[in-house]
């Protein structure tokens, strides 16, 4: 199956200030995160016969053009089952079908399969299918090649997130194809899935560390668990650690009221 990556400029915290929209197979083509509307974009679909239409979640800087796409396309609109109503409220759009983890949408060229990866997002999902001979997953705002991916309160679930890590590691895809910035391939994908979840569980330390030394406040956790300039993005770090904190006191590791932490 042809799987053909477009950056789109759009307003993102994302470092390449894109997002990739993807169109895999053809007649009918899935269009997967629609962020923008591009003549590159509105070729492609065209060419390639677009008949549906599918996101990997919800955030504004993937959701943008759903409603242009599938009205030009007259393309089928697929939503995460028990996700429909916030899919629409955040595309505007109703849609027409709803799938669940390994739910196929059969496109002209074989079907790709819906992989539950949530974390980063309550209703985030990846698109699983075959290039030739090799296995592609596109995993959306799961991993990127380099960097981070935020994983903050009140979406962001910490330890939903290191479960989709180590599924997507478990299934080792020959390509891994992010929501924002270059491919991964080959062996560079278990070694991205493997430094994310390194990179989470350290800063899951840090903040631990910082309640037991005495740090209550989002803001002084912060504060501790970086230990580097935050201008720009601080509030993504305090969402972070936010989720950091609600993980801890699940796991019983800290006391947490909404407010202030404590060492448990």
Request: net charge negative; charged share 30%; no cysteine.
């Amino acid at each position: 199956m042809n799987v053909t990556r477009v950056g789109v400029a759009v307003e993102t915290r994302a470092p390449t200030g894109q997002t990739n929209a993807y169109v895999l197979g053809s007649d009918p083509a899935l269009l997967v995160d629609p962020a923008a509307r591009t003549d590159r974009l509105d070729e492609l679909a065209a060419d390639r016969g677009v008949g549906h239409v599918a996101v990997t979640h919800h955030h504004p800087d993937h959701v943008g053009r759903v409603a242009d796409y599938a009205e030009a396309r007259d393309a089928t609109v697929w939503a995460r089952t028990g996700r429909a109503d916030a899919f629409e409220a955040a595309t505007g759009v109703e849609p027409d079908r709803t799938v669940a983890e390994g739910a196929r949408i059969e496109t002209g060229d074989g079907p790709v399969r819906v992989v539950d990866t949530p974390g980063h997002a309550p209703e985030h999902a990846a698109f699983a299918t075959e290039d030739g001979d090799e296995s592609v997953l596109l995993g959306g705002d799961l991993a990127v090649a380099e960097g981070s991916v935020v994983v903050g309160a009140p979406e962001g679930d910490v330890r939903a997130y290191l479960a989709s890590l180590r599924r997507v590691h478990a299934m080792n895809p020959d390509r891994l194809l992010p929501g924002h910035g270059p491919p991964v391939e080959g062996a560079a994908v278990r070694d991205t899935a493997a430094r994310l979840i390194g990179h989470r569980l350290d800063r899951e330390r840090r903040v631990r560390d910082a309640v037991e030394e005495g740090a209550e406040t989002v803001s002084d956790i912060t504060s501790a668990a970086y230990e580097k300039d935050l201008s720009g993005v601080r509030d993504l770090a305090e969402a972070t650690v936010r989720a950091h904190l609600e993980t801890l006191a699940v796991e019983g590791s800290v006391r947490w009221d909404g407010e202030r932490a404590r060492p448990a």
